[in-house]
């Protein structure tokens, strides 16, 4: 996704600037129109998310709303589409969609937000929803993210006594946070239902499941070495997970060998994925007595990882943190100079990082309107 797209989406509805209804259509069509010609792929399922909903008897209206909100929690702007929802969808009941109340419940899931979940929860058994596999699977997620096996467990009972048939991605969901004694159970359950377990994501859950979950239990990467090297297929979702493991035990060399593996088999991880190990570096930094050696290996990886990825605020920030704690403001500067030029944000937090380095806050010089691009200069 470029940079322009990202911006044309985020300064339609920035702020809670959300559009009135009769411009909607205009609005969705140039960006329909700005996708096709930057990302064709994203395109097609971004039209096809919408025909979808046509063939369900939703309005264009509905259709609008619901695609965006998607579209935006799917390009990680889902802040922006959090305020669409409460501010545009809930005030019209006729353009909620149980589609678009499980994209909230997944974006909520990613931000632990467990209180906003049960709050729509709630508010689609009055509105008439029913929850469906995909609303427990984001409730069990958020759960797992947060460690708390019990409500995880709750959760997936509940939807069982709701006649919810559970499926792969529900279960594989389930099994990370769980002890080995249930990890035993939903094996049984997923024979009695037929489930294929040989499949990437229940590898990638098994190793997750050797992560640490303080304070409750600490990491356990020979185990999670062994379902690794025990999978049918390895791809990205396996050295994601194994590296969240080494990530969580705080092994620095480890991490390092998973990158080299994943670099070896010529396997392409992704941009949150790397930002675990640049955040594993800051940690290591800031946490305990590392080597010269071992500040420049993990700085010279981060800043790789850095420009072989595509533009992403959360990892250029974490980058430009990790330059503060090993005291690089040659770095520091030449980093913040390319995030401004990217168009990335410049927020409270790039402000702060440039004061740890004793350089004045980021100011905006101008504003492109047809890029929907800010220029910043550091300094007077």
Known sequence: ?????????????????????????????????????NDNLRWKKF??????LKEEGHSFQERAHSAIVSELISMKHGRVA????????????????????????????????AEKQAYLFTMMLDRGFDPDVVTFTEVIKCQVLLGNESNALDAYEEAKRRGVRPDAHLLCALIPVLSEQNV?????????????????????????????????????PS??????????????????????????????????GVLDRAHDMKIRLTTDTLRQFVKLCIVAMRETVVSEGVKVQCLDRCV??????????????????????????????????????????????????????NLPPPRQTSFDRGNHLATWKVGK
């Open 82 to 113: 959090e305020r669409i929802f409460n501010e545009k969808l809930l005030k019209k009941p006729h353009l909620l969609s149980l589609n678009v109340i499980n994209s909230m419940m997944r974006y909520h899931a990613k931000e632990k937000g």
């Open 184 to 220: 035993e159970k939903i094996l049984k359950e997923m024979q009695r239902l037929g489930i294929d377990a040989r499949n990437t994501y229940f590898t990638a859950s098994l190793i997750e499941n050797c992560a640490a979950r303080p304070p409750h239990r600490e990491a356990d």
């Open 47 to 52: 039209m096809a998310r919408c025909e979808k």
């Open 223 to 256: 185990r999670a070495e062994v379902y690794f090297k025990s999978a049918i297929k390895i791809d990205t979702h396996a050295f994601r997970s194994l590296l969240w493991v080494y990530v969580s035990s705080r092994d620095v060399k480890g991490a390092f």
């Open 304 to 357: 790789r990882i850095y420009e072989a990825c595509p533009p992403d605020y959360r990892l250029s920030r974490e980058t430009l943190e990790l330059f503060v704690e090993v005291g690089d403001l040659v770095g520091f500067r030449k980093y913040l100079g390319l995030h401004m030029l990217q168009g990335l944000m410049i927020t409270p937090t790039i402000t702060a990082l440039c004061a740890r380095a």
């Open 1 to 37: 996704m470029s940079i322009r797209v990202t911006k044309v989406v985020y300064n339609i509805y920035r702020a809670g600037n959300v559009m009135a209804d009769t411009r909607t259509a205009k609005e969705l069509k140039e960006y329909s129109k700005t996708l096709r010609k």
